[in-house]
């Protein structure tokens, strides 16, 4: 491994991830989507949104935000066309992921105080 490898290993290792088993899985031509991987997201990921919006799970801030934070990476077709459920399913990760450790009492000095 080189040593910008090594660098890059640790930043790569820490990415917060969360799986979404859909409950209407997306066909994409022949294949079949049954579960979408969502990445914590960085400020960058969060352009042109406001995060209020997003925290509230505004249908039109997660169709903006999802496609740069899933893998597979959601079209704006296949977003208009998602089942609801599944909306509120990727929305509560993507707004769970911008809650500081202190609301979901992830902070051990908090729950000490």
């Known amino acids: 491994m080189s040593e910008q490898e090594q660098k890059q290993a ?3 290792s820490s990415v917060t991830t969360e799986t979404v088993e859909l409950d209407t899985p997306i066909q994409r ?4 989507v049954a579960t979408i991987t969502v990445r914590k997201p960085l400020a960058g990921a969060l352009r042109g949104v406001s ?4 925290l509230q799970m505004d249908v ?3 169709c903006k935000v999802l496609p740069r ?3 597979p ?3 704006d077709a296949e977003l208009r066309n998602l089942d609801p459920a599944d909306m ?4 509560g990760v993507v707004a769970g992921f911008l ?3 202190r609301a979901k009492g992830e902070n051990p000095d908090y729950l000490e105080a």
């Open 29 to 32: 031509g022949s294949k079949s």
């Open 60 to 62: 039109s801030a997660l």
């Open 88 to 91: 509120v399913q990727l929305g």
């Open 10 to 12: 640790p930043a790569a």
């Open 69 to 71: 934070i899933t893998d």
């Open 99 to 101: 809650l500081p450790k």
């Open 51 to 54: 995060l209020t919006d997003v």
């Open 73 to 75: 990476a959601l079209t």
